[in-house]
């Protein structure tokens, strides 16, 4: 760059030179003094020029990424309704999990999402004075790091679109977004990105590779996250302490990974709540959720042992009493309880 | 864990809640919270951990002239301090009641 500058204003000298051969001899400075402006003229139109090629140049590595300007956009940019043409057992089953209500859960986070907005208006540094003003940002860096990952995807127009659904309590708007097939196997579902790249865009994420009769994702792609504990983990981990708020709703990965797989645990967040049970409900929504005596009984041994009563012949003022010993075991992959 | 008289007396009553017990972010003092949002430093762990079991131990005192008594033991899992609804925020995960007597 600055080589061509040089060479430009050589060549300007030399241009200069001639065209001034028949003309009036001019004072050095007024020479000079030209010669200075020229050369800011020059070099103006340089940054402009420079200015102009960088973003021209980024354009042409990476493809500019649209982003969704409503709820309704979003929700398209990750409709799943084609993948039930050929999946409807397995889509049945997501229909009935907590996945496909995640900005509602249970009910529960949706009070407990208003109350985090109404903490963050009230946080001096948060830059949030009522629910309209939360991005993207916001967003991504707290509820919906899981909740919904593809608020990347959006603008911060959504956010706050979202943020005042949950302030107005209106579920319909937020049942429109969810965690979806294409969250889990597409946008989730690469996790040494440093190594493998970025998800295809026209692909799904699964146990094989080859070829997937959708219009948009045409290929299938093995995955080796997908049937790893890291995959849940990516979400249902904890405590998040590396953000400008502190989340703290689940620790159930450190737990599988601090506690279970150290005390012999071997098996995988998927099979205890996929492969074992029924598949992708993940054994999770209201209705099959704790009040499920057979998921409690892999879950939790009880025994009680009420020991015969006694009393003391020694001690006749000692009250007759019995010993009761309740002992409970934990056998899931992580602490109970959990989230 | 609760044990009663034939006539349905309470004479012991025992209550323990498992949970990791959370603090404030802000860290004032001594406060446990629940809101994910708030919860920071941990005050006390004390859940079922995995492949784990915990024993508990109670000692059920009769009352005088009280030969037989209903011990209940009760597991539950909730989403609040309060009881709530079971089924709804509060759900039984075990529950038994065996008999013990004195001669």
């Not at chain 2, 011990?71 to 009641?97: A, C, H, M």
């Amino acid at each position: 760059m600055c080589r061509a500058f040089l060479e430009i204003r050589n060549e300007r000298k030399e241009s200069d030179a001639y065209r001034n051969a028949g003309e009036p001899r001019r004072s050095t400075e007024s020479i000079i003094l030209e010669e200075e402006v020229t050369v800011m003229k020059l070099s103006r139109l340089f940054v402009i020029l420079i200015f102009m090629a960088v973003p021209l140049t980024a354009l042409a590595t990476e493809p500019e990424v649209r982003k969704a300007k409503t709820v309704d956009e979003l929700a398209a940019m990750y409709d799943v309704s084609s993948c039930k043409q050929c999946h409807a057992k397995i889509f049945e089953e997501w229909e009935k999990s907590i996945h496909s209500r995640s900005l509602i859960g249970t009910g529960r986070t949706v009070g407990g999402v208003q109350g985090a907005i109404k903490n963050w208006i009230s946080f001096k540094h948060s830059g949030v004075k009522e629910a309209k003003d939360m991005t993207v940002s916001h967003w991504s860096t707290t509820c919906f790091k899981c909740h919904l990952p593809q608020i990347e995807d959006a603008t911060d127009a959504v956010a706050a679109q979202i943020a005042e659904a949950y302030m107005k309590n209106d579920r319909a708007t937020l049942a429109k977004v969810n965690i979806n097939c294409l969250v889990c196997h597409n946008k989730m579902a690469v996790i040494n990105q440093w190594r493998d790249g970025k998800p295809e865009k026209d692909a799904v994420y699964g146990a094989k590779d080859g070829t997937h009769s959708d219009k948009v994702y045409k290929n299938r792609r093995k995955s080796a996250t997908m049937t790893a504990s890291v995959m849940c983990g990516q979400c249902h981990q904890g405590p998040l302490i590396d953000r400008p708020v502190t989340t703290q709703c689940s620790t159930l990965y450190g737990s599988y990974f601090n506690a279970y797989l150290p005390a012999g645990g071997d098996k995988t967040c998927q099979e205890c709540h996929m492969k074992e049970v029924d598949g992708h409900s993940m054994f999770s929504f209201r209705d099959r959720n704790y009040n499920d005596p057979a998921m409690v009984k892999r879950a939790l041994d009880v025994e009680v042992d009420v020991k015969k009563g006694y009393k003391s012949i020694e001690l006749p003022k000692l009250p007759p009493s019995a010993k009761v010993v309740v002992k409970i075991t934990n056998n899931a992959g992580h602490r109970i309880p959990d989230g | 864990m609760t044990a009663k008289t034939k006539d349905g007396k309470e004479v012991f009553k025992s209550e323990k809640i498992y949970m990791l017990h959370a603090g404030d972010s802000r860290n004032e003092g001594d406060q446990m919270v629940y809101g994910p949002a708030n919860k920071l430093s941990f005050l006390e762990e004390n859940t079922f951990q995995p492949l784990q079991t915990k024993m508990e131990t109670y000692d059920v005192k009769f009352p005088e002239n009280t030969k037989s008594l209903d011990v209940n033991v009760e597991l539950r899992f909730q989403y609040g301090p309060e009881v709530g609804t079971i089924g709804k925020d509060s759900w039984v995960f075990y529950k038994t009641t065996r008999e013990v007597s004195i001669k």
